[in-house]
């Protein structure tokens, strides 16, 4: 793992610390993770900045998002064999979602665990390293807007207001439009990051003029 990581841990035990879930005992990565995702987050948004001077902030922010999500860290963990030295509670079995934000936050726990030991210019030498396989394609996340940004920027051109989300219920409906719609969701978070495709908004919304 250290040799896919492109770094060697002076002190086992931050390394131990940094693969520890929470299922399996007290002290856990959290902490870590918090520390890393808050680097990796800095790393990735100057790398753009420097290497992508044309870009506006629109693009940077979701190239930014595109490599910093759950699901491309998981799959960079899994490319490194991560899952197999992640140290979870006994008979606990990770599977589906629960694994992807796993290996997400072992990664994430790994750069924290650099930083405390060889600090940011250290972490940032290997996030940039770990990231590299994405480069080639990182215009794909810059240009690529999620259903939450077209939903707002449609709404915005017909002069419509902003969703309304009733969060007792778990439902988001847009008002003024011709033809409404209501789609219900499992919690908050799938309301901000699915809605628009869900009620299918862009089709629906009157056209301009």
């Known amino acids: 793992l250290e040799l896919k990581l492109g770094y060697r841990f002076q002190n086992q035990a931050v390394m131990d610390l940094a693969l520890t879930h929470r299922s399996h005992a007290q002290p856990h990565n959290e902490r870590l993770e918090f520390l890393g995702d808050a680097v990796l987050g800095w790393v ?3 790398c753009l900045y420097r290497m992508y001077p044309e870009w506006n902030e629109g693009q940077l922010t979701r190239a930014r998002a595109g490599l910093v999500r759950q699901k491309t860290l998981a799959e960079l963990a899994d490319s490194m064999n991560l899952g197999e030295q992640l140290r979870v509670g006994g008979g606990i079995v990770l599977e589906g979602a629960a694994r992807e934000r796993a290996l ?15 600090g940011p210019e250290t972490a940032q030498s290997v996030i940039e390293r770990l990231l590299r396989r994405w480069w080639p394609i990182i215009s794909d996340f810059a240009d690529h807007k999620d259903a939450k940004t077209r939903l707002q920027e449609r709404l915005q051109g017909e002069g419509l207001p ?5 969060w007792k219920r778990q439902r988001v409906q847009v008002i003024g439009a011709a033809s409404g719609c209501v789609a219900r969701f499992r919690n908050k978070h799938s309301v901000h990051r699915e809605r628009a495709e869900a009620c299918v908004w862009l089709s629906r919304l009157p056209p301009s003029g």
């Open 44 to 46: 990735v948004a100057e």
């Open 104 to 118: 997400a936050s072992a990664l994430e726990a790994l750069l924290g665990g650099i930083v405390l030991e060889a």
């Open 162 to 166: 902003p969703p309304a989300t009733c």
